[in-house]
């Protein structure tokens, strides 16, 4: 029997009831990333339900499935990510967030039930597959140092041709599939800044060394790394988030602490920009009799799409819903750590849209509504099974 692009369309299409649910499950018991113990011993059992699939856990808290075919051939791994963050949902579904302060608010819940259903109807195909699916189950997207590099250092991509992973996108509304090709989300880095001053009394200046004031010409002259110091043509973000300093109106403080993000894709202008970040901070601290402390941590590498693997996916979106489905996006200064497996096989990182105004579903991802459009779920189980059949078995 030769599976056809129409049967692959109905058996995933079957299985759109049970992803819903599961991913209903998902969300109302969220785990924040590195603690996803039921999250990932749910996973386990359901695909051991499945049968077919070849379990581990490479981690305490993710699984891998191997999707092994009668006939050997290449291996494609398919990744979802399982955490939650750290919000108190506000939303009031019978299925909302039963674990106080936490909540899944950017879809990963969705991600792992997509996983799930693709492995339902892959699990059913596999002695017409030539080679493997390897189902990534990846703990720990949200908080670095992240999950997926210690998955890669566990071993979960050796062997592996190429990775494909996809993000639920509420800012897409659903039917569409967003693709990007070579650069496609940034390299997320955290500073933290102390400026150290001398405190006293506010009404007698003269006898400190104000921080405050000094701190804020660090924040307004960190601008001219980006807007002066670097090309203009290479995208760089600098952003102080945090400050923190002062008790009250008549004490001016001796230190003050500022912390923020840098996101850029070119690997030269990364390694550049702490140096050129700490030549300000020095200056300007020094003019002024003060001290400081820079430390600057890297954060994910940027996604960086294969010019194949994206031209797969591509054709993928055209073969099963038409070529008004495909939205052709932009970069983004977003970071995802699915960049840790792409660094072992070429990748394709995609975007299913999942935003529905006419469902009231309109907040950003992070934000305590959040919710996707669960009919999008359907068009990710199609996308990670058309995908697998087309990269292994060529259609
Ligand atoms: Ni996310």
Same mark, same amino acid.
């Given at each position: 029997?030769?599976?056809?692009?129409?049967?692959?369309?109905?058996?995933?299409?079957?299985?759109?009831?049970?992803?819903?649910?599961?991913?209903?499950?998902?969300?109302?018991?969220?785990?924040?990333?590195?603690?996803?113990?039921?999250?990932?011993?749910?996973?386990?059992?359901?695909?051991?339900?499945?049968?077919?699939?070849?379990?581990?856990?490479?981690? @305490?808290?993710?699984?891998?499935?191997?999707?092994?075919?009668?006939?050997?051939?290449?291996?494609?791994?398919?990744?979802?990510?399982?955490?939650?963050?750290?919000?108190?949902?506000?939303?009031?579904?019978?299925?909302?967030?039963?674990?106080?302060?936490?909540?899944?608010?950017?879809?990963?819940?969705?991600?792992?039930?997509?996983?799930?259903?693709?492995?339902?109807?892959?699990?059913?195909?596999?002695?017409?597959?030539?080679?493997?699916?390897?189902?990534?189950?990846?703990?720990?997207?949200?908080?670095?140092?992240?999950?997926?590099?210690?998955?890669?250092?566990?071993?979960?991509?050796?062997?592996?041709?190429?990775?494909?992973?996809?993000?639920?996108?509420?800012?897409?509304?659903?039917?569409?599939?967003?693709?990007?090709?070579?650069?496609?989300?940034?390299?997320?880095?955290?500073?933290?800044?102390?400026?150290?001053?001398?405190?006293?009394?506010?009404?007698?200046?003269?006898?400190?060394?104000?921080?405050?004031?000094?701190?804020?010409?660090?924040?307004?002259?960190?601008?001219?790394?980006?807007?002066?110091?670097?090309?203009?043509?290479?995208?760089?973000?600098?952003?102080?988030?945090?400050?923190?300093?002062?008790?009250?109106?008549?004490?001016?403080?001796?230190?003050?602490?500022?912390?923020?993000?840098? @996101?850029?894709?070119?690997?030269?202008?990364?390694?550049?920009?702490?140096?050129?970040?700490?030549?300000?901070?020095?200056?300007?601290?020094?003019?002024?009799?003060?001290?400081?402390?820079?430390?600057?941590?890297?954060?994910?590498?940027?996604?960086?799409?294969?010019?194949?693997?994206?031209?797969?996916?591509?054709?993928?979106?055209?073969?099963?819903?038409?070529?008004?489905?495909?939205?052709?996006?932009?970069?983004?200064?977003?970071?995802?750590?699915?960049?840790?497996?792409?660094?072992?096989?070429?990748?394709?990182?995609?975007?299913?849209?999942?935003?529905?105004?006419?469902?009231?579903?309109?907040?950003?991802?992070?934000?305590? @509504?959040?919710?996707?459009?669960?009919?999008?779920?359907?068009?990710?189980?199609?996308?990670?099974?058309?995908?697998?059949?087309?990269?292994?078995?060529?259609?």
């Amino acid at each position: 029997m030769t599976t056809t692009s129409q049967t692959l369309k109905e058996l995933s299409e079957s299985v759109t009831e049970q992803v819903i649910e599961w991913r209903r499950f998902l969300h109302a018991h969220p785990e924040l990333s590195f603690h996803e113990e039921n999250t990932s011993q749910f996973v386990y059992d359901t695909l051991k339900s499945f049968g077919n699939i070849e379990l581990s856990r490479p981690t @305490r808290t993710s699984v891998v499935g191997r999707i092994i075919g009668k006939q050997p051939g290449k291996t494609l791994a398919i990744r979802a990510d399982m955490d939650a963050l750290p919000i108190e949902e506000k939303n009031t579904f019978p299925f909302a967030s039963k674990n106080p302060g936490v909540m899944h608010a950017c879809g990963h819940d969705g991600h792992t039930a997509m996983l799930l259903g693709a492995a339902k109807v892959l699990s059913g195909l596999k002695d017409e597959l030539n080679g493997e699916v390897r189902l990534l189950f990846q703990h720990a997207e949200e908080l670095a140092p992240g999950g997926a590099e210690e998955m890669v250092q566990a071993g979960v991509m050796d062997g592996v041709d190429a990775v494909i992973g996809a993000h639920l996108w509420s800012p897409l509304e659903t039917g569409k599939i967003g693709i990007v090709y070579g650069p496609m989300m940034a390299a997320p880095d955290t500073f933290y800044i102390t400026i150290k001053g001398k405190g006293g009394h506010a009404a007698m200046p003269h006898q400190t060394v104000d921080s405050i004031a000094i701190a804020a010409q660090v924040i307004t002259n960190l601008q001219h790394v980006v807007s002066r110091q670097t090309n203009p043509l290479d995208p760089l973000v600098v952003s102080v988030t945090k400050i923190q300093g002062g008790t009250t109106h008549n004490v001016i403080p001796g230190s003050v602490e500022l912390v923020g993000t840098v @996101r850029s894709f070119d690997a030269g202008l990364r390694k550049n920009v702490p140096k050129l970040m700490e030549r300000v901070i020095q200056g300007i601290t020094a003019a002024h009799g003060a001290d400081y402390d820079f430390k600057y941590e890297e954060g994910y590498r940027p996604v960086i799409n294969d010019r194949g693997v994206t031209a797969m996916m591509e054709e993928a979106v055209r073969d099963v819903f038409g070529e008004e489905a495909i939205a052709r996006l932009q970069p983004n200064m977003g970071g995802e750590d699915f960049s840790a497996f792409q660094q072992k096989a070429p990748g394709n990182f995609f975007y299913v849209g999942c935003g529905n105004p006419v469902k009231g579903i309109v907040y950003p991802h992070h934000h305590e @509504r959040f919710t996707i459009d669960e009919d999008a779920l359907e068009n990710g189980v199609k996308l990670f099974v058309h995908a697998a059949f087309k990269f292994l078995n060529g259609h």
